[in-house]
């Protein structure tokens, strides 16, 4: 077995899709009317999202922020809102419904359902702790304790420390270490990876469609992708994707205590110290450093080679190479500027209140 160019190897998957099933039929299980034009009897196969979805697909869009992606989209269908129903493409059923986030997850249950529960090593009782599906290659150290999951697959010189879990159909790379106590679960990781004690990879993104009635969960079915030559700190948490996969891209070097959330894409060779927390979907470019206590919202772009300082966050996208700080961050001039204001204000204050 090599594992030299394990993206290049085709995965089974960690989770398995129910049967196609007609529009009118998933319509009604997500609560949705069919929009004019929509071919009842059409067969939808899978859950896409706006940029990936082709014929015999449903998508949905939620944030008008991808109505981009809704013009170009080659789904066969759409869950929309009332108010952007006008703004499907010819040839993509329109399924209509107020809150189309809920639909989506109500879709994923329909299409995943085992992705309702976590697969971890997939084992049964009485079986060994290295499961015998696994293939592990020659040269590799599994210390006391450790578990190895069903069709799990770990190359030759890599270490798993005690107490750690490789889960179900997990493929490391050569030369790696897993720390002890660590679990990882629904990933693919390449050569040379370090992941300190308890770190946990691949558990549930924090997808729930929010609402007064309840928070319906949004089953999480995408792989967290691990490149060549990262390293990541002890009891950092890594959440797979929901639809797309978490990518972490080679060299990057994360520090203890850091959340990276679902859908997120991290370049190479990135600095992200520690207590830093990434919100889904947020990509960063290349080189991207972010210090301590830093954080991003979601589905925003760090350009290349940009900074962001300690305790900072931006909210909007940040360009190649800028170097912001505060919150919400600014260029790191313009903060400067803002902090000897309000420190003179302050100071002002204090000796006005002196008299």
């Known amino acids: 077995m090599s594992l030299g160019s394990w993206w290049l190897m085709e995965h089974p998957g960690f989770f398995d899709r129910a049967a196609p099933v007609r529009l009118e039929f998933l319509a009604q299980k997500v ?16 859950v896409r999202t706006l940029a990936d979805a082709g014929a015999g697909h449903v998508t949905f869009l939620d944030n008008r922020k991808y109505l981009g992606q809704l013009a170009a989209t080659r789904a066969t269908a759409c869950l929309v809102a009332p108010a952007f129903a006008a703004r499907v493409p010819e ?24 992705a309702m529960m976590p697969k971890a090593a997939m084992a049964r009782v009485g079986d060994p702790p290295i499961h015998p599906t696994a293939r592990i290659e020659e040269g590799v150290k599994i210390e006391t304790g450790a578990i190895i999951g069903r069709e799990a697959q770990i190359g030759r010189g890599t270490t798993i420390a005690g107490g750690a ?9 050569r030369g790696g270490y897993v720390g002890p106590g660590a679990s990882v679960t629904h990933a693919l990781i390449g050569d040379r990876v370090i992941l300190h004690a308890g770190v946990r990879i691949g558990q549930d993104g924090f ?20 490149q060549d030559d990262v390293e990541i700190g002890a009891n950092t948490c890594v959440d797979r994707g929901a639809l797309k996969d978490t990518v972490i891209g080679e060299g990057t070097k994360i520090d203890n205590l850091v959340q990276i959330g679902h859908n997120v894409v991290i370049g190479r060779h990135c ?3 520690g207590q830093v927390g990434i919100s889904g979907s947020a990509e960063l470019g290349d080189f991207v450093v972010m210090g ?3 954080g991003t919202v979601g589905h925003i772009k760090v350009g290349a080679g940009a900074q962001i300082a300690g305790a900072s966050h931006p909210k909007e996208d940040v360009a190649p190479g800028a170097r912001v700080g505060g919150t919400p961050a600014v260029p790191l001039t313009e903060w400067a500027r803002q902090l000897a204001l309000l420190k003179r204000l302050t100071q002002r204050e204090g000796r006005s209140g002196e008299g």
């Open 31 to 46: 609560g949705a009317h069919l929009g004019s034009g929509a071919d009842p009897a059409a067969l939808i196969h899978d």
């Open 91 to 114: 040839g993509v059923g329109a399924l209509v419904m107020a809150q189309p986030y809920r639909g989506f997850a109500a879709a994923l249950q329909l299409f995943y359902p085992d």
């Open 165 to 173: 879990l490789i889960g179900y159909r997990v493929t490391i790379g």
């Open 207 to 226: 997808g729930f469609a929010m609402g007064p009635g309840g928070h319906l969960k949004v089953p999480q079915i995408g792989r967290v992708i691990i």
């Open 271 to 273: 600095v992200i110290v």
């Open 292 to 294: 301590g206590q830093s």
